[in-house]
Structures are given as C-alpha cells and as structure tokens.
C-alpha cells in the first residue's frame, strides 16, 4: 500500500505555504501573513484605545504591546527579507509609497479628528484625563503609521516576487 501521508500535515503546510509563500525555510514572512498580523496588531490597538477612554488601566498596555509588536514585526521582516543586500528600484518605490500612505491615513485622521469631531465629542481623546493616556494615544498614531505601511507593503508585493527562492 502506497503512503498518503499525513492529511493534518498537509493542510498545515497548504497553510504555511499560503502564508509565507516558498520562503519557510528562510523565515522571511509571506505578504498574505504581512497583512494579517498588522491587522491583528491593529485590533489589539483600537481595543487598547477605547478601554484608554473608558478609563481602563489595561488600554495602554494593550496600546504599548501592539505597537512594540508591529515594531518589531517590521524590523525582523525587514531584516530578514533584505539582510545587508541593497533595495532594488521596484523594492525602493514600494517602501516609499508604503511610508508616504502609513504616515498620511493617521495624520490627515488626527487633522478632520481634531478639525471636524473634537468640538462635539465628550473629553475622550479631545482633553485626556491622565498623563498615560498621551502617550497612549502618542504610541497608537506610531503603530497605526507602521501596520497601514505594512499592509500596502503586502498588497503592493508582487505574487511572484513572493514566491521567488533564493536559488531561482
């Protein structure tokens, strides 16, 4: 009798394969796993941001933990992808689109925030009651700059580029 292999073993690796394309071995993170885990490290930051404005203790800790996270997540994966190698022009122009729409969706936010709601809202984000919650909210622009970087990285990454091997 021919061996099948194992089916819970090839569905983990349709899994990892989906994610990180060709490059498991390497440890370079696949476009499709760039996106998701900048969006779940944006939700963990908008839920630490409205338990900040209920008056939580634990909203800024939720606010630091996903912004250290995605932090680190893009310098490993950047690191990783890259390691001393110089970006090409493709590489270049997609980092630079990436930074110029992460550091423009949260600013021009704050702005119609600040401009349009701030008057007609409560003293949530308008007036913070407590130091932390500065810094919390400080820390909640930064993170939200780095995962909206992230994702259009993920999205404006070719598929083929995210399958090439290192010896192709």
């Known amino acids: 009798m021919p061996y099948q292999g194992n089916p819970n073993h090839q569905w983990m690796d349709r899994v990892a394969r989906t ?3 060709r490059q498991v ?13 900048a969006l779940i490290f944006m939700a963990v930051g908008i ?12 909203g800024a800790s939720l606010i630091y933990c996903a912004a250290i996270g995605t932090l680190a997540l893009k310098l490993t994966g950047d690191w990783r992808a890259r390691r001393d190698d110089p970006l ?22 704050m702005i119609i925030w600040l401009l349009f709601l701030s ?25 939200a700059m780095l995962q909206l970087a992230m994702i259009v990285i993920g999205l404006s990454t070719p598929s083929y580029a995210a ?4 010896h192709d």
Do not use: Q
């Open 19 to 21: 994610l990180t394309g």
């Open 25 to 37: 071995h390497t440890g370079r993170i696949g476009p499709k796993a760039l996106i998701a885990s």
């Open 47 to 58: 839920c630490g941001l409205w338990l900040m404005v209920a008056g939580s203790d634990l």
């Open 88 to 109: 090409d022009e493709r590489e270049r122009a997609i980092y630079w689109k990436a930074n110029a729409v992460g550091a423009a969706v949260p600013l021009v936010g």
């Open 119 to 143: 008057t007609s809202a409560g003293d949530g984000l308008r007036r913070p009651s407590r130091d932390y919650e500065f810094s919390g909210l400080a820390f909640f622009l930064l993170a």
């Open 163 to 166: 399958d090439l091997d290192e």
